[in-house]
């Protein structure tokens, strides 16, 4: 979902790879090693991951292989042929039980399978390059992955669109984060060649039922069943910390633009098209 956003926002004076799944395999370094042979990077951007929470939940070996393992790879690779690395993270590394947006030297405690994952590819990542430059931009709450898309704000869409009842946690908050933005801002930190650690999200807090109600006044859906509820109710296979929220000011003091997710939400979902049921 983020890789056609990055190949989107990609800058005219970046020469841009993006090799897909069935050449470039992270479990596998030889064929990692193959694509540096073939083109040579000087920065990559490792994008691929696991990111179905639930999914990892199920399957923590797999998540492990490709979000821990598979980092480690990527990332011995790109030191043993000098070229810079930017590894997205997420928020879901941390607890939930803060008050107030996470910075980025906050104490990570995930509480569930995908967030422990990427945290051990972070780690992976500070051992391999012990000693040298590397990126770390955590990210969270998705959403602009068009047709691809398979995050809350498009499955709230697709409800809206068949006029579903929805069921939304009034208890898990986030910062959204339109892919197209973070792209931006990866891409931004590039060209001012920034390192360690930093976040990235669109501006502002909100819940999941709150961000119900924005949707469909976005997409002038008047009418429609709201049911907000505690996430426990939910029934999720991996727990959820309660607030995902990243604090982006270190980013921004660098003068990076950012806006409110309200804004960014309302230019993708101005670009998607929507028709509910007639029945």
């Not at 947006?101 to 990427?118: L, T």
């Not at 892919?179 to 990866?186: E, F, S």
């Given at each position: 979902?983020?890789?056609?956003?990055f190949?989107?926002?990609?800058?005219?004076?970046?020469?841009?790879?993006?090799p897909p799944?069935?050449?470039?395999?992270?479990t596998?370094k030889?064929r990692?090693?193959?694509?540096f042979?073939k083109?040579?990077?000087?920065?990559?951007?490792?994008?691929?991951?696991?990111?179905?929470?639930d999914y990892c939940?199920?399957h923590?070996?797999e998540?492990?292989?490709v979000?821990?393992?598979?980092t480690?790879n990527v990332g011995q690779?790109?030191?043993?042929n000098?070229a810079?690395?930017v590894y997205?993270s997420?928020g879901?590394i941390?607890?939930?039980?803060?008050?107030?947006p996470?910075?980025?030297?906050?104490?990570p405690?995930?509480?569930?399978?995908y967030?422990?994952s990427?945290?051990?590819?972070e780690?992976c990542?500070?051992?391999?390059f012990?000693?040298?430059?590397y990126?770390?931009?955590?990210?969270c709450?998705f959403f602009?992955?068009?047709?691809k898309d398979k995050?809350f704000v498009?499955q709230?869409?697709?409800?809206l669109?068949?006029?579903?009842p929805i069921y939304a946690?009034?208890d898990?908050r986030g910062?959204?984060?339109y892919?197209r933005?973070?792209?931006k801002?990866v891409?931004y930190m590039?060209s001012?060649?920034?390192?360690g650690?930093?976040?990235f999200?669109?501006q502002?807090?909100?819940s999941?039922?709150e961000?119900v109600?924005v949707?469909a006044?976005?997409l002038r859906?008047?009418?429609?069943?709201l049911?907000?509820?505690?996430?426990y109710?939910?029934?999720?296979?991996?727990?959820r910390?309660s607030?995902?929220a990243?604090?982006?000011?270190?980013?921004?003091?660098?003068?990076?633009d950012?806006?409110?997710?309200?804004?960014a939400?309302?230019e993708?979902l101005?670009?998607?098209?929507f028709?509910q049921n007639?029945?």
């Amino acid at each position: 979902m983020a890789a056609s956003a990055f190949i989107k926002e990609c800058p005219p004076d970046i020469k841009l790879i993006a090799p897909p799944e069935n050449i470039l395999d992270v479990t596998d370094k030889t064929r990692i090693q193959d694509v540096f042979d073939k083109y040579q990077p000087r920065v990559v951007i490792h994008l691929a991951a696991l990111t179905d929470v639930d999914y990892c939940e199920e399957h923590p070996s797999e998540a492990l292989l490709v979000n821990a393992k598979g980092t480690l790879n990527v990332g011995q690779v790109c030191k043993q042929n000098n070229a810079f690395m930017v590894y997205l993270s997420t928020g879901s590394i941390f607890n939930g039980e803060s008050k107030e947006p996470y910075f980025e030297d906050a104490k990570p405690a995930p509480v569930n399978i995908y967030g422990h994952s990427k945290y051990q590819g972070e780690l992976c990542l500070r051992t391999v390059f012990r000693n040298s430059p590397y990126l770390i931009v955590r990210s969270c709450w998705f959403f602009g992955g068009d047709e691809k898309d398979k995050k809350f704000v498009q499955q709230i869409k697709e409800k809206l669109e068949k006029k579903l009842p929805i069921y939304a946690a009034k208890d898990l908050r986030g910062t959204p984060t339109y892919t197209r933005d973070l792209a931006k801002a990866v891409y931004y930190m590039l060209s001012r060649s920034l390192d360690g650690v930093y976040h990235f999200a669109n501006q502002g807090v909100v819940s999941r039922s709150e961000m119900v109600q924005v949707i469909a006044d976005n997409l002038r859906v008047s009418r429609y069943e709201l049911i907000p509820v505690n996430s426990y109710d939910l029934n999720l296979l991996a727990p959820r910390p309660s607030l995902e929220a990243l604090n982006c000011r270190k980013l921004e003091k660098t003068g990076f633009d950012n806006r409110p997710w309200t804004d960014a939400l309302k230019e993708y979902l101005g670009n998607c098209q929507f028709s509910q049921n007639k029945t």
